[in-house]
């Protein structure tokens, strides 16, 4: 049975580690920043040695391309090169390099593919210079508009379009991702949780994306002197919005279990000690693969009083996705190759947003997960070992040598 190289995929997860080395055991890497383009250097010098064809479409998206023996519509593979600022070295650039050891053994062992192989790195994954996250997958899929993502600012008032200019990476629009050029997409990542790693599983087959809500909720009050205002006679803002997050945490956790939730954003007004708040402001982020469970999500949402300790109570949706299921034959042809490698695996779904969920609208996909040592990602401590890594490429291999068979 044919392997992928673990001495191979281990150099090469060293190496890019080095682009956006933060020194404490993780990268800074965002979007044409100057590790970044070193990491896309290194990418196309790595494909180029192998025999690719290298295109960038007017994204930047980066498609190396491998030669199939017949004139079919190519299977794709990859992730993104970018991160968060102290993030890891394995979220999104484990997809790329896996896929790119896939390649090198399918060349060092002389075996032909009747489709082209691609493998891809996306631009602007994470969004964390210009957001939004998943730009450029969004913005070939019709997600984004384009117009409005090139206008998309870093904190120093740059623009996504000034830096794509200047990166040196802008490509054409006619060598996009499209349905007629590519057959399928396989996305391998890290899990970012901590479920296959507590299971023992090597293997995540992922089926879909969670679907999810975002609702911004809020609670006003009064101002007034912290030391002269007797307490009966406040509107605290804050107070009244603890009991509002009481009461979400009350009644989700009446909902299904599997269902997860966040208040991830929290500020207030004018945040001065000798002052009550007059205003407090939380996001509300919450997860489950049925939509009938976020609708219930949302109904405790709208059942909130319109009124606490005096102060009333606002919210309003941000925006939300609907679960993503992949393709049923191209996540059983990932479980077949799992079986026949006997990897311990689970079938399970993505929390997380990829962009394999904006390319399931256009191709068959589907994506692998490898497990993230201690649940940790968009950290330092991000870590998943050399051998599951490897074990995460061999899938690859066996997946789109498959899929290339039928």
Not at 262 to 279: A, D, L, W
Request: charged share 25%; glycine share 10%; with cysteine.
């Amino acid at each position: 049975m044919v392997e992928c190289s673990l001495d191979r995929l281990k150099e090469k997860i060293r190496t890019f580690s080095t682009f956006g080395d933060t020194g404490g055991g993780g990268i800074t890497r965002m979007c044409f920043t100057e590790p970044e383009l070193e990491a896309r250097a290194e990418f196309i010098k790595r494909c180029e040695a192998l025999g690719m064809k290298i295109t960038l479409d007017d994204m930047a998206n980066v498609y190396a391309t491998l030669p199939g023996t017949e004139n079919l519509p190519a299977i794709a593979m990859g992730s993104h090169l970018d991160s968060v600022v102290k993030g890891g070295n394995y979220d999104g650039i484990l997809g790329v390099l896996t896929a790119l050891e896939a390649v090198e053994t399918i060349v060092t062992e002389g075996i032909k593919t009747r489709h082209p192989i691609t493998v891809l790195a996306w631009t602007n994954e994470e969004g964390s210079r210009f957001p939004p996250a998943m730009m450029s997958s969004g913005v070939i899929t019709g997600k984004f508009d384009k117009s409005v993502m090139l206008g998309a600012t870093d904190r120093e008032g740059v623009t996504f379009d000034e830096a794509l200019e200047k990166s040196g990476y802008k490509g054409e629009e006619a060598n996009r991702f499209n349905a007629e050029a590519y057959r399928a997409l396989m996305e391998l990542h890290i899990e970012q949780g901590p479920v296959l790693e507590t299971e023992e599983k090597d293997i995540g087959v992922v089926e879909g994306v969670l679907g999810m809500v975002n609702y911004e909720i809020t609670t006003r009050g009064q101002a007034n002197h912290a030391g002269t205002t007797p307490m009966p006679m406040r509107k605290d803002a804050l107070w009244a919005m603890t009991a509002v997050i009481q009461y979400l945490h009350d009644e989700l956790d009446k909902l299904d279990s599997a269902l997860v939730y966040t208040t991830g954003e929290f500020s207030g007004s004018p945040n001065v000690h000798t002052v009550i708040p007059e205003y407090a402001r939380i996001t509300l982020d919450a997860r489950h693969k049925d939509p009938k469970v976020i609708g219930q999500v949302v109904r405790v949402i709208e059942s909130l009083p319109k009124e606490i300790h005096g102060c009333t109570v606002a919210f309003r949706e941000q925006w939300s996705r609907r679960t993503i299921d992949f393709d049923p034959e191209m996540v059983s042809l990932v479980e077949e190759s799992v079986r026949s490698l006997g990897y311990p695996y689970k079938r399970m779904y993505s929390g997380a947003g990829h962009d394999a969920q904006f390319i399931a609208d256009l191709v068959p996909t589907t994506m692998v997960f490898v497990p993230s040592r201690g649940g940790f990602s968009h950290c330092e401590f991000e870590h998943t070992s050399d051998e599951q890594c490897w074990k995460g490429a061999n899938l690859l291999l066996h997946g789109l040598l498959a899929l290339d068979g039928r």
